[in-house]
């Protein structure tokens, strides 16, 4: 047994014997098989072989004997080779007991057998029945041996630091290019250290470190995210979530919103309104102009002579003065009933102060009434065509009505009324065209600029039928509605609330109405003379005959268009007047005169 004994050491891990120089031979390692006369730990066993036996083979070690170097016998390999001696039979272990050891081969000794003798020394004799063991020769030194074709092992494989079985396997070499006949080969680049790939990718079990410091554990390998990386990751897994959240919402919301398109949608219906606005607006806008005008609007219900109608009038100033048409109020006549209405619902008794049938215009009163507003008045000599324009009235007794449209064209030449026959019923009216719609019942409400001022005054339309009378009660608004100015009625109304009656201006000469040719002739036969003795026509030169074609440069076609010019202006106001005579032209200047009206 080996109980107590030293561990043999190994073959690879034993000294090898190392020549001193050139021809010299060192020490002599005894490598003795079991049937030597030294056990293997190089102590004499006085069992003999047997006893060496059970020590070889309880320590479970084999061992290889190096063979005994001789000088090869005459003819093999040439003379002085070494030649290695087999071993002799039993020199090991004993046949019968199964072990046995090699020895290992003897350095080959440089030149003869003898030259060996003469080298080593009396200490070093090879025991009787063993081979030879020849030292090793200089050229064999550790250090002296040929290099390995690869670098030691880096894992340290056994043998320790020496390239072994285990040893990684050397690069590959690739054959050389042989360069093309004449061109030199270019430089091969330096070798690349072995291994080539300078940082190569470690297996997952090498990334584990005991003694490491604690951190993240990646057992598969990996490398630890650093924050930036995590923070894309995580930016990215938003991103697409977001996505996929909007493509399922555009999905869900577009299935809902078809099946509420189909249905109708589900429980009751809520129908969308604006909130509540301010209630005041522009002052020039129609809105504006109604909520400051309308105060100062009253609507008229006049019943006498087995005759009603109803028209509508506006507050001239606080004593209680109210205009409107003369055919509003001419059903009344000299006993009939008026009842004025306010805008606010009051109502009242109101009176005849007086009526013009030539201007179309009348002045009555309301007494007993506080509070009125007058309106404002404005100037027809101001207005421009295409002026905004509202009109308020109470069209088929339609009370506060509001209208709106713009000023269509000035001084258009209307008469109205002749209902008589003997034409002193008739109007003549410089009037405003407008198209702001007037209905029967519109007749005397005001025409307002933007400032909410009265710049006219409505009073007749043309219908479809082609009559211009309002009181028609048949005839509607085609956009043809026609206002006396509010210059001509403040001059009227003045007259009437001053003296009852109007004053027309004249030019004191009787025209042929029943001339058909241009401008406005001078009648030649008559129950009366044509040319008034002493008026201003017969100051200024004005004969029978005589065809006016033109007042104050503006041309006349008709007798009737002459009267409206004429009466368009103030008694003792300048005209002048070009006539036309036996194919000569001349002009005349005159002053007109006043009459008094009907």
Known sequence: MNEGKPTKAKWWSRPRPVSPGVGEVGPVEDISGPGADRDPDGDHNSDGDHQSERDYKSDGDYELDRPATTTAPTGVAGAGSPYVAPAEPGAGSGVGGGDFELERPAAVLQGS???????????DAVPEGRAPVAAVPAQQAPEDRPRPLHDPDPYSTPPY??????????????????????????????????????HPAPAPWQNYDPWAAPGPLQQNGAAVETKTQRRKRARKALVLGAVALALVSGGVGGAVGAYLERNGGVGDVTLPQAAKEAPGRARDSVAGIAARALPSVVTLHVRGSGEADTGTGFVLDTRGHILTNNHVVEPAGSGGEITVTFSGGESAKATVVGRDSGYDLAVVKVSGVGGLRPMALGNSDSVQVGDPVVAIG??????????????????RPITAGGEKGDGSDVSYVDALQTDAPINPGNSGGPLLDTRARVIGINSAIRSADGGTDLQGGQAGSIGLGFAIPVNQARRVAEELINTGRATHPVIGVMLDMDYTGDGARVGTKGGGAPVTAGGPGARAGIKAGDVITEVDGQRVHSGEELIVKTRAHRPGDRLRLTLRRGGSQRTVTLVLGSASGG
């Open 113 to 123: 057998v003898s030259d060996a003798e003469a080298v080593g020394s009396p200490s």
């Open 161 to 198: 630091g020496e390239p072994g079985p285990w040893a990684p396997a050397p690069p590959v070499q690739h054959p050389a290019v042989t360069p093309a006949h004449g061109t030199a080969m270019p430089p091969s680049p330096p070798p690349l250290p072995y291994p080539s790939n300078p």
């Open 394 to 411: 109470a069209p088929f007794d339609l009370a506060n009505t509001v209208t709106s449209g713009i000023i269509s064209a000035k001084e």
